[in-house]
């Protein structure tokens, strides 16, 4: 069974139910990883585009909500990625016009340091990817290990084991702020 949009675009009915009932969930996961609501729309839309490209595999799969987060998570970091990569683009044309460095996004991110917690989660987010994206949803989704368990395709006895191995990491950094990173 299908919808027909106003453009004439068919779509099967559960994708959209689906996409209805995690859409909000999905904004989340973006507006957290690019802390931008703009941003976060912008990676939800191209990924909502590609979950449906792709539809016909992920609603069978045994759990296509975590598939259609690892889709989000891909095009979030796929947004970050363009946009260094015009920001590359804009300060090397800026320099030969103008002969003047431009402030980019990547000189900005850098000021995102100043907040306690960045930079441990982000050295967390490298080593444990899997401990960070336990803690986030935990805390950030407000959601059970159970529930945790279901949306990462693990069992429950891992999820508490990952958020215990990521709070004690977390922990330590933010006791210890200079330790890990080369300075002695």
Not at 64 to 70: E, G, M, Q
Not at 126 to 143: D, G, I, T, W
């Amino acid at each position: 069974m299908t919808y027909t949009s106003r453009d004439g675009t068919a779509w099967p009915l559960d994708y959209e139910e689906f996409i209805r009932e995690h859409l909000a969930e999905f904004m989340r996961l973006g507006v957290q990883r690019l802390r931008s609501i703009h941003d976060a729309d912008d990676a939800v839309a191209n990924a909502c585009k590609r979950i449906f490209e792709r539809w016909e595999k992920i609603k069978y799969h045994p759990n296509p909500v975590a598939v259609a987060r690892l889709v989000v998570r891909h095009y979030c970091i796929e947004h970050l990625r363009r946009v260094a990569r015009d920001d590359r683009l804009r300060q090397r044309l800026a320099t030969v016009l103008f002969e003047q460095p431009v402030t980019t996004a990547d000189d900005i991110l850098k000021l995102r340091g100043i907040d306690r917690l960045d930079r441990p989660w982000a050295a967390l987010e490298e080593r444990a990817p899997k401990q960070a994206e336990c803690l986030r949803l935990r805390y950030h989704e407000a959601m059970s290990n159970a529930e945790i368990a279901l949306a990462l395709d693990c069992n429950v006895n891992a999820v508490k084991t990952n958020i215990h191995l990521g709070l004690n990491s977390l922990r330590r950094a933010m006791e210890h702020p200079d330790m890990g990173e080369g300075e002695t």
